[in-house]
């Protein structure tokens, strides 16, 4: 599966699923500081889904409609890194396949998706 993680993604998840063998473009790496909208059409020029710890973007997706693949919201405060990656990799594994076009939350304890972005 193909991913963009913003900037605000810990470093940890971004390489739990690469080792996972899935493809993640990392705004951190490639260019810091752009705004929401730049991440978005990062994500969709890559058909990619869009991995972020920032709530604006359900705003972007579900009224404005500015995303193609969708959008995974990481809602995990208080975990470390390591358990993160794990919690992440763990959904994308288990429901990988309701990924695409959908607006995915993880939170502690419940993993919320919403279809047709």
């Keep these: 599966m193909n991913f963009v993680a913003d900037e605000n993604v810990e470093k940890q998840i971004v390489d739990r699923l690469r080792q996972d063998g899935h493809i993640v473009l990392y705004i951190a790496e490639m260019q810091q500081g752009i705004s929401d909208e730049e991440v978005l059409k990062q994500a969709n020029s890559n058909q990619a889904v869009l991995i972020t710890t920032d709530k604006d ?5 579900f009224r404005m409609g500015r995303i193609n693949s969708g959008v995974i919201l990481i809602r995990l405060e208080g975990y470390t890194p390591e358990n993160k990656a794990v919690l992440v990799s763990s959904a994308v594994q ?9 607006f995915c939350v993880i939170s502690p304890g419940r993993i919320r998706i919403r279809q047709k972005v």
């Design 94 to 102: 288990n429901h990988d396949e309701k990924l695409d076009n959908s």
């Design 57 to 61: 973007f359900g705003e972007l997706v």
